[in-house]
């Protein structure tokens, strides 16, 4: 839910915007989709068993294993919700190249897709 608020705030995503996530229970809470509903999101959630509707994130769980995980043994789990949140909000959605968005990072994609205020 924390991941989720904070994405909300930060992105503050026009309605209809879609979330992906699986089944895993925390995904499929009551609250969870409550809260995406309630921001005017849709939640992706295919039949079980199904990998291609989250194949996104399953690519993007992937290239966080081979990126970060498997690199370092990590001494507290403080340590490692640090590691992933600088890897998630600092590089992956900032720095890191991504071939289906023409070599735009998400946070430089949000940057040009995003309706700027207009000044006086």
Known sequence: MNALDM????RTPAP??????????????????????????????GTVGDGL???????????MQIELLNRKKWRTRIELANAIFEYIEVFYNRRRRHS?????????????????PISA
């Open 7 to 10: 994405a909300i705030r930060a």
């Open 53 to 63: 509707d989250n194949a996104m994130m399953e690519s993007f769980w992937s290239s």
């Open 16 to 45: 209809g915007g879609i979330v992906h996530a699986d089944h895993g229970v925390q995904f499929t809470s009551w609250v969870f989709t409550q809260k995406i509903r309630s921001a005017g999101l849709l939640p992706s959630l």
């Open 100 to 116: 289906a968005l023409s070599y735009a990072t998400p946070h430089e994609y949000d940057l040009a897709h995003t309706p700027q």
